[in-house]
């Protein structure tokens, strides 16, 4: 099944819920996969089907890090975060991403890049700027 858009995940919403997700103080990682990935709002946790390979990409991707910012204007209070940009080295193809937290895999967000994106010298997942209206995740 193809990438079918962005999504924050029912385990994100949960987990900020129930505390099990801490944006703060978790460590998160961000895997690259192909189009052969089925990845959506119901994915539960990290998976190496269709995870992408070549290059220096290890299984599992690169860490991330989370800024968690917060805004209060006359319409009201936003919380916002974003991560990191991981880069890879060599000759890699991808059509997605997931972000999910190390440890107990939970899945956190799947990025949809639109098609294939291929690098044969550097690969880097260039995250959105960390604003109240641009940020990867906000929290209103």
């Known amino acids: 099944m193809a990438f079918q858009g962005n999504f924050s995940c029912n385990t994100l919403r949960a987990g900020l819920a129930n ?3 801490n944006l703060t103080s978790d460590t998160f990682r961000l895997a690259l996969y192909t189009n052969d990935a ?14 992408a390979s070549g290059g220096n990409y290890v299984a599992g991707g690169e860490i991330v890090t989370t800024t968690v910012s917060s805004q209060t204007t006359a319409s009201g ?30 899945a956190v967000c799947v990025l949809d890049f639109g098609n294939n994106k291929t690098s044969t010298t550097s690969f880097t997942v260039t995250m959105p700027a960390n604003t109240s209206t641009s940020a990867l995740i906000r929290i209103v």
């Open 77 to 106: 209070s936003v919380t916002y975060v974003t991560f990191s940009s991981p880069s890879w080295t060599g000759a890699i193809t991808a059509r997605g991403a997931l972000i999910y937290k190390a440890g107990d895999n939970g």
């Open 19 to 21: 505390g099990s997700i």
């Open 38 to 51: 089925t990845l959506d709002e119901t994915t539960t946790a990290y998976t190496t089907t269709g995870e």
